[in-house]
């Protein structure tokens, strides 16, 4: 059984659907800023497992970044998903980030090359408790 999950699910397209709307496609925010984005996208918060797994497996495949406690959207992410975008039009069913995370592989040596490296510096835990204590 592998260590990290290798799936893409719902929560991880909403904090990328989140980030893209609190930056607007440019610059860094803060997790503050994500979290209530996602809050008032559909009134539900993040719980601090499914954050925790988003962040790994967005940094893993390059879509997001992190630097000096802001996340942002990757060049490569942007133009991925104006691609995307433009190919599947309006009416379809499927939402494009969904089909663009869908497309992205998970292995479990690019999540703990995050953990490891990334996340570990960046003490989420901190964050979120303190988010939840302002907001929550």
Known sequence: MPKYNLTWQATDSKFLDALLLAT???????????LLMGDALDGEVFELKE?????????????????????????????????ITLAEGEDSE??????LLQQQTLTEESITAVREN???????????????????
């Open 24 to 34: 607007g496609g440019e610059g860094g925010v803060t997790l503050q800023d994500v």
């Open 51 to 83: 954050l925790e797994e988003a962040l790994e497996k967005l940094l893993s495949v390059g879509f997001i970044s992190l630097q000096k406690n802001k996340f942002s959207l990757t060049a490569a992410f942007l133009t991925k998903y104006e691609e």
């Open 94 to 99: 499927t939402k494009p980030l969904d089909t």
């Open 118 to 136: 990334i996340l570990k510096k960046y003490k989420l835990k901190n964050h979120y408790q303190q988010y939840m204590e302002q907001y929550g």
